[in-house]
Nanobody, 121 residues
Framework: QVQLVESGGGSVESGGSLRLSCAHS????????MAWFRQAPGKEREGVAG???????EYADSVKGRFTVSRDYDKGTLELQMNGLLPEDTAMYYC???????????????WGQGTQVTVSS
């Protein structure tokens, strides 16, 4: 059974940076594709960035050039470095995992509880 635990959320001013981390417990970490999603109040959940175990990466257009996704294979984590944060980045951020590469579709099987990111103007 896969469990995901996010950490690293918080509050920053516009233009600031945060780094999120998602710990993936369970077998065969490298066989799972992982992704970050976010959901703001009153809006649908949207994909932010994803990465396969083999290193294929995809970003939402809204975060390209500002966010960087990576995996630490020693620690079994998925990381999201967020720079140049904007108020519209404010949302609950979720980590997700699936044995198939689902790109940024919100059909992943396993989900974390989420971590809040708030960006003030």
């Amino acid at each position: 059974q896969v469990q995901l635990v996010e950490s690293g959320g918080g509050s920053v001013e516009s233009g600031g940076s945060l780094r999120l981390s998602c710990a993936h417990s369970g077998p065969a970490y490298t066989r799972y594709a992982m992704a970050w999603f976010r959901q703001a109040p009153g809006k649908e959940r949207e994909g932010v960035a994803g990465m396969t175990g083999g290193g294929i990466i995809e970003y939402a257009d809204s975060v390209k050039g500002r966010f960087t996704v990576s995996r630490d294979y020693d620690k079994g984590t998925l990381e999201l470095q967020m720079n140049g944060l904007l108020p519209e980045d404010t949302a609950m951020y979720y980590c997700a995992s699936h044995q198939d590469w689902l790109r940024l579709r919100a059909e992943y099987k396993y989900w974390g509880q989420g971590t809040q990111v708030t960006v003030s103007s």
